[in-house]
């Protein structure tokens, strides 16, 4: 990579400004949620399922409808995997629709259900399971995902698999060995602020596989320092929210 010692610089500058909280947005998406305790499964469910429907909208409005749904006892059974397996389909479509956690009225809730699905026959409702039985290994948990995508709809996809662990790891009480796997999750704000550092070019960025190039991109810059791929995920994303107001 050209210049990535230039590169470093600026990233390490983005940095030092979000810690100082001069990138604005100090609220995420995720704040909205019931403050439930960290080492709870439903905690866990709560970032997990809602996850899988994080595409192609705005994510905070996708938590604040979230944090409704449960904070309403008459939708918060969603958020039970027992539950949703039992439930109708008009029933589960009316629940997630309340408060617009579900956008697509048939595509979504069918993606909520699979998910529910997964965890609760493979294990037994508490998707802790998943991180205990994989020794808290984001490889081995990324394996398993892309060994079993189907069962886990949109969540094992490149960008929200890896935003998702951030969120798990950042949400919870877990703990991972390897949190060097997770990787940046490029989606159009930390496409665009890649290409505002450097990372990739203006044609690299119109390639279909410009996420793929991306995530390598940033393993390559920040391979040695002490920083992880993910540890950039929020200040970029800050950044390129603000339209790049803020200069490096």
Known sequence: MKNSNKILKRVYRLLEL?????????KMPE??????PKQSPENYLYFTLPMALNYQRNSYALWEGANKTWMD???RSVFSTKAVTGMSEGELKDKLTKYKVALQQNKQPVIWRTLCSTIERNFGGDIRLLFSESNY?????KK???????DFPYLGGKKIMNY???VIEQRTDAFFSDRANINVAPDTHII???EKLGIITPDEKAKSNVQDIVADRWKQLLSGTEYCPIDIHTPMWLWSRGKFKVEL
């Open 137 to 141: 290994s984001v490889q081995k948990i």
């Open 18 to 26: 979000y810690k100082a909280g001069e990138l604005g947005g100090e």
């Open 192 to 194: 665009q602020a890649s």
């Open 144 to 150: 398993y995902i892309e060994e079993h995508k189907a």
């Open 31 to 36: 704040d909205e949620n019931p403050n439930l």
């Open 164 to 166: 998702w662990l951030h």
């Open 73 to 75: 006892t008459e939708t």
